[in-house]
């Protein structure tokens, strides 16, 4: 799996957007980029993933550059609860069949401290 | 609602004593996972279940043992092998459909 890097820390306001860049330069053509966040003393939890075009849900949106070496998730409007810890982990997707579905590998993050 | 549940959420272990800490899921994926995180780090991989009655070692799996019995449940037993269990343990699961990994809201170990 590609490595990717990231801020160890941010700032954003409450009620601003949040936006959290990643940089994974060695990303590999059928590698998507996922992003999980990490409540303190939680487990993490799914945010959103995509490949080369842009993706929205209820919860972030993620801009993924068109050479597809950097992406950036974005919290709209943020609140004192999105404080947390933001993965950014690139790898095939897939089913279990073949091992690929086996391993998360999780850096450090981004520690989001939203601020009232 | 369909997840998955650690138990219990704090543990407390002797020195030399085996633990084992329980991972249930109702989501009906075959896949599971055990991760530890030790503070302020990532999460490394302990052990795999792709489907029931196999399991495979991940990256830290000395000291540690699993079983696969039954598609829901994925326990996982830290003995008196493993030299520094305090640790936050995770349970994960897949189906290899949409997002990688559900998981569970952890148990932290402690050795009193």
């Known amino acids: 799996d590609a490595k990717t890097t990231q801020p160890p820390s941010m700032d954003c306001a409450e009620g601003r957007a949040a936006n959290l860049p990643c940089n994974h330069s060695t990303i590999s053509g059928n590698e998507y980029v996922y992003w999980y966040r990490q409540i303190h003393s939680q487990g993490p939890q799914y945010i959103i993933h995509g490949l080369k075009n842009n993706e929205t849900n209820e919860m972030a949106s993620l801009i993924i550059t068109e050479d597809r070496k950097s992406s950036t998730l974005i919290l709209p409007h943020a609140t004192l609860r999105d404080t947390a810890v933001y993965y950014c982990?690139?790898?095939?997707?897939?089913?279990?069949?073949?091992?690929?579905?086996?391993?998360?590998?999780f850096g450090k993050g981004t520690l989001l401290t939203v601020n009232p | 609602d369909g997840g998955i549940t650690q138990s219990p959420k704090y543990l407390f272990r002797k020195e030399g004593q085996n633990v084992t800490l329980s991972c249930e899921q109702n989501l009906n994926h075959d896949a599971m996972y055990w991760y530890r995180q030790d503070p302020g780090q990532g999460l490394r991989l302990i052990y795999y279940?792709?489907?029931?009655?196999?399991?495979q070692k991940g990256d830290i799996a000395e000291g540690y043992s699993v079983s696969r019995e039954k598609k829901e449940s994925f326990p996982l037993t830290v003995t008196s092998a493993q030299k520094n269990p305090t640790a936050f343990y995770l349970c994960a699961s897949s189906s290899g459909q949409g997002p990688p990994q559900h998981f569970g809201d952890g148990t932290r170990l402690s050795i009193l």
């Open positions: 279940s792709q489907i029931v009655n196999d399991f």
């Open positions: 982990i690139v790898r095939v997707a897939g089913g279990n069949s073949g091992g690929s579905n086996y391993k998360l590998t």
